[in-house]
């Protein structure tokens, strides 16, 4: 029969003194009150487990843990017992549910946005960013992660519906349940409240930049020929054809990433800063790599024209009143709408990437491998990716971009498909003509 041990007295527990070994003061049904040399007094309750082996649960220190408190806490942990719980591990989880009380969402999503900046692009980041604090943090950042409900996640995105951004509110969406998921499999929360996001919002159907199909090539070499504004616009609109690069790519160009005597072009993936122009340290999309553009006869002699234009300037198209800023991002558009051509339907800046690569493909000429790295498309296998070298396929893209010149002269005087123009038959071609047209003498 166990020894009945005496209830203790605060006195006692307040007056205990310490001595050369740690020692232990029953107060009764397994608690005791545990006296180190150093003067330290913590209440310990000796039980068995569930399992039948023994525990030993840390209930606090005195006088911090009251002797009142310290049998309330032994009391409730011989409950559990009776419940065939283990307090010990009860206690646990209780630590681990206040310590997810406390974990604000706006801690988890700035550990989750630390952690994907390794992968992203700086100006990615700084986009995610942006957009967590502008839509998402204000409303739920300081509340903690393990209360939000999928009601609270909708309210975000229903938000940035309503002012028109499908687009913003479908990555928010994204950013959302890659955070929730993460969360969840950290232990972070027990529910995934994003899981019923899925659908809440139908994608934008995705509508294609407008390009003119190739036997319109003559008609707009016409209009561009015999536009009587400004010459360096004219020009910009001709060199945007013949290189095809993106908008940003050209109009933050500087003329020493030109080597004329290579006739080649190298495009960095980041220019020095323009003052005052925004994005201008924009260079190619192909992150850390430089993108190279062969320069045909053609495209010299327009930057030859060019840079009689603009000789105090470090841009290739400088803007209109202030040369050291460049053209606007507007000026090709605006053109091509005071030529006659809707940019929404018909044809706008972008869209001449389109045509030379639809001509490229229809020549049978070239492999795709070589087409899309002088479009400088991004290589979606990674592994590829990681071999892809700036100078990949360089003596096709050389042939490339001459033979696309060639193909814009070839039709100025009528339509010649790229078939026709990449394989002649004998001496006897001649350019097709449209319907109704007068037969050439």
């Known amino acids: 029969m166990p020894r009945l041990a005496i209830p203790l007295s605060d006195l006692q527990c307040r007056t205990a003194k ?34 039948g082996k023994e525990g030993t649960l840390i209930i606090g220190n005195y006088p911090i843990v009251t002797l009142s408190v310290a049998r309330r806490k032994r009391d409730e942990a011989k409950a559990l017992l009776l419940d065939n719980l283990d307090p010990m591990e009860e206690k646990k989880k209780a630590k681990i ?41 204000p409303l ?24 028109g951004t499908m687009d913003v509110a479908l990555r928010v969406q994204n950013y959302l349940s890659t955070i929730m998921r993460g969360a969840k499999r950290a232990r972070q929360i027990t529910m995934n409240p994003a899981l019923d996001l899925a659908g809440s919002i139908h994608a934008p159907r995705t509508v294609h930049r407008p390009a003119l199909s190739l036997n319109r090539l003559p008609e707009l070499l016409h209009r561009i020929d015999n536009y009587n504004g400004r010459e360096l616009t004219r020009l910009a609109v001709l060199l945007t054809l013949h290189v095809f690069v993106r908008s940003s790519e050209l109009r933050f160009a500087r003329w020493s990433e030109f080597d004329f005597q290579r006739a080649m072009w190298e495009i960095p993936d980041t220019r020095a800063p323009i003052e005052g122009v925004r994005n201008s340290t924009r260079g190619t999309k192909m992150n850390g790599d430089i993108q190279m553009v ?15 234009l603009s000789r105090f300037s470090e841009l290739v198209l400088p803007g209109d009143h202030k040369y050291w800023k460049p053209m606007s991002e507007n000026t090709v558009n605006t053109m091509l709408r005071n030529v006659g051509y809707d940019t929404s339907k018909d044809v706008c800046g972008h869209g001449f990437r389109t045509m030379p690569c639809s001509a490229l493909l229809e020549s049978g000429l070239w492999t795709d491998a070589a087409i899309e790295r002088q479009m400088s498309h991004k290589e979606r296998n990674r592994v590829r990716a990681a071999y892809i070298h700036k100078a990949e396929f360089l003596e096709q893209r050389r042939l490339i971009m001459a033979w696309w010149s060639n193909y814009i002269d070839a039709n100025r005087h009528g339509h010649v498909t790229p078939h026709e123009f990449a394989h002649p038959v004998g001496d006897n071609i001649t350019a097709l003509q449209k319907r109704g047209a007068s037969k050439r003498g």
Do not use: C
């Not at 706006?106 to 692009?121: C, G, I, P, Q």
């Not at 990615?124 to 960013?129: D, G, L, S, Y």
């Open 18 to 51: 310490t001595r050369e070994r740690a020692y232990k003061l029953f107060d009764g049904g397994g608690m005791y009150l545990f006296v180190k040399p150093n003067g330290v007094k913590t209440w310990r309750l000796k039980y068995t487990k569930p399992s």
């Open 97 to 137: 549910v206040a310590q997810r009380a406390a974990l604000l969402f706006e801690t988890v999503a700035l550990e989750w946005h630390a952690d994907m900046s390794r992968r992203w692009t700086e100006g990615h980041a700084k986009t995610v960013m942006s957009r967590l604090r502008t839509h998402v943090f």
């Open 140 to 163: 739920i950042g300081q509340r903690p992660i393990a209360e939000l409900d999928t009601h609270d996640l909708l309210e975000i995105t229903q938000r940035i519906k309503e002012r």
């Open 294 to 308: 062969p320069l045909s006869p053609q495209v010299i002699e327009i930057l030859e024209r060019l840079r009689s």
